[in-house]
């Protein structure tokens, strides 16, 4: 069986080269799923994620939530508890910064923190998945730590997904946590 590592790199080059219009298809797919879920599940706090390195584009669902009056959340690398994930609420005005990973964050603030515990649905980004909901990430355990026992708390989360990321069988450590559910755009 492939490592770990070897899947990561793997997926990554090939989301990498999706076309624009692959993108744009999926990202139109996965926005129709997640608000067709997020009505379901008639939820109010939602966490995203701003896309990076191929992911499915996360802002025409972030667009129609706001709309909607509906309250988005991004993740945060907590400033001093290593490996932990806070989330901030997200608005148009949102001051943001670039993290130790690249990506775009809310500057921190703690008017803007929101208790994972009191989420309706977390929505993770991934970079392989299989028929079992195994979700393999970018390696750093930060949404292992956050979904850990999910079960027993208010959230659900959900993971999104071109096609090309499903795998066979992903290799599971002790630490994994399967998701509730994957949207495939
Ligand atoms: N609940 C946890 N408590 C302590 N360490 C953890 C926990 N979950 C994961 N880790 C550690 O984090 C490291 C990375 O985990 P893993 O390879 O599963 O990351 P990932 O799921 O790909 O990443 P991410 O969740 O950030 O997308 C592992 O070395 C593991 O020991
Ligand atoms: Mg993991």
């Known amino acids: 069986m492939e490592t770990r590592q070897q899947i990561r790199s793997q997926i990554r080059k090939i989301r990498r080269n999706l076309t624009a ?10 926005t129709r799923q ?21 992911e499915i584009s996360t802002q025409s669902l972030i667009n129609a939530l706001w709309q909607q009056g509906k309250s988005v959340y991004l993740p945060v690398l907590h400033p001093f508890s290593q490996g932990h994930l806070l989330f901030l609420a997200y608005m148009p005005t949102t001051q943001m910064q670039v993290n130790a990973f690249g990506i775009l964050e809310p500057q921190l603030d703690i008017r803007a923190v929101w208790p ?14 299989d028929q079992q909901k195994n979700r393999l990430g970018m390696g750093g355990g930060f949404y292992d730590r956050t979904l ?8 659900i989360p959900v993971g999104l997904a071109h096609a090309c990321q499903q795998v066979d069988m992903l290799p599971v450590e002790s ?8 949207l495939i755009g």
């Open 116 to 129: 994972s515990e009191q989420l309706d649905i977390i929505f993770t980004p991934l970079v392989a998945f």
């Open 175 to 182: 630490w994994d946590i399967p998701l509730f559910d994957i």
């Open 34 to 54: 997640a608000l067709h879920f997020i009505e379901q599940h008639q939820a109010e706090h939602i966490a995203l994620y701003l896309s990076f390195d191929g």
């Open 148 to 155: 850990e026992n999910w079960q027993q708390k208010h959230f």
């Open 21 to 30: 219009l692959q993108q744009t298809q999926a990202e139109r797919l996965v």
